[in-house]
């Protein structure tokens, strides 16, 4: 499996105006085959900060995804958007455990 957390950052008056394109880009991951979990969340203390989670099977459904028509449409919505600062970082994990 492979982890998918970071974040995403743009201006505090835009959240409104992506959030069709951030649902829509949500949506159809989520709909991908190994696809096991996707997510934004707004950060409650930093307005325009923009939570990523992902969760993928293996490196070829995250290849898949990187490949997708609707990333290249988020993507392209970003100048717009005023998304200028992304930090996501990928993780290679385990099975998850209770704790």
Known sequence: MLLI??????????????????QRMVECSRGEDGCAEYS???DVLA?????VKELWRDQ???DR???SDHIAEWRAAWPDLGIGERDLRAYDVGQPRDT
């Open 5 to 22: 957390v970071g974040t995403i950052r743009l201006p505090p008056e835009n959240v409104s105006l992506a959030r069709p394109a951030m």
């Open 40 to 42: 934004y969340a707004e």
């Open 47 to 51: 307005p325009g900060l923009i939570h």
């Open 60 to 62: 070829a459904a995250l």
């Open 65 to 67: 995804h990187l490949a």
